[in-house]
Nanobody
Framework: QVQLAESGGGSVQAGGSLRLSCAAS????????MAWFRQTPGKEREGVAG???????IYADSVKGRFTISRDSAKNVLFLQMNSLKPEDAAMYYC??????????????????????WGQGTQVTVSS
């Protein structure tokens, strides 16, 4: 139904910045929630930043103050601005989305089961 394609990953030195993008095949403004998750070998996929239809955002404690999630609905793109990157931020980053005809009771979430669509991921490496 919805295709998501991440881009912007790469290698950066600790303390540097990176901006990830997630291009959606449909209008992102129609999504009840969208989010960025990340995963490293041996660990479960964890939520990093999420945004609801009306702009409410949530962040993992580990990235709060350093990462910013935003959306350009006109261009069907979700962004993740990552500043002050640390080696522990290195991971495969995934874009996720959930769409419903009724978004009134839907809030941003880090529950993987509450997202219907996933991208293939973009790799982020951070060197010290």
């Amino acid at each position: 139904q919805v295709q998501l394609a991440e881009s912007g990953g790469g290698s950066v030195q600790a303390g540097g910045s990176l901006r990830l993008s997630c291009a959606a095949s449909q209008y992102t403004g129609s999504m009840c929630r969208m989010a960025w998750f990340r995963q490293t070998p041996g660990k479960e996929r964890e939520g990093v930043a999420g945004i609801g239809k009306y702009g409410r955002t949530i962040y993992a404690d580990s990235v709060k103050g350093r990462f910013t999630i935003s959306r350009d609905s006109a261009k069907n793109v979700l962004f993740l601005q990552m500043n002050s990157l640390k080696p522990e931020d290195a991971a495969m980053y995934y874009c996720a989305a959930f769409r419903s005809l009724n978004c009134l009771s839907v809030s941003p979430s880090f529950d993987r089961g509450q997202y219907s669509y996933w991208g293939q991921g973009t790799q982020v490496t951070v060197s010290s």
